[in-house]
Nanobody
Framework: QLQLVESGGGLVQPGGSLRLSCAASGFTLDYYNIGWFRQVPGKELEGVSC????????YYADSVKGRFTISRDNAKNTVYLQMNSLKPEDTGTYYC???????????????WGQGTQITVSS
């Protein structure tokens, strides 16, 4: 059974950092497009950062460019999202997702984790 489990969320002050982890089981991560999405209060689910399985191309939403870094450890079957210089508007629920075919970082992928809450507040 394919499963994604996120961890690493929490409360952080503005300007702080967090690293999210997403451990995959039941499938080999490097054969799938993998990414992070978030649900910010009052807004639609959006793609934050994704990695293409075909060419390793990285995507970042404009709002996180220069602050967030996505990476993948194939040996651990885990994908990470390093988040620096966090802002209050980054507050939301962050989801890890995977899809075998869909490479675009849009929230219609097949497999989703349960989500982890990020709160950026002083």
């Amino acid at each position: 059974q394919l499963q994604l489990v996120e961890s690493g969320g929490g409360l952080v002050q503005p300007g702080g950092s967090l690293r999210l982890s997403c451990a995959a089981s039941g499938f080999t991560l490097d054969y799938y497009n993998i990414g992070w999405f978030r649900q910010v209060p009052g807004k639609e689910l959006e793609g934050v950062s994704c990695i293409s399985s075909s060419d390793g191309r990285l995507y970042y939403a404009d709002s996180v460019k220069g602050r967030f870094t996505i990476s993948r450890d194939n040996a651990k079957n885990t994908v990470y999202l390093q988040m620096n210089s966090l802002k209050p508007e980054d507050t939301g629920t962050y989801y890890c997702a995977a899809d075998h075919l869909q490479a675009m970082c849009v929230p219609d992928w097949d497999y989703w984790g349960q989500g982890t809450q990020i709160t950026v507040s002083s």
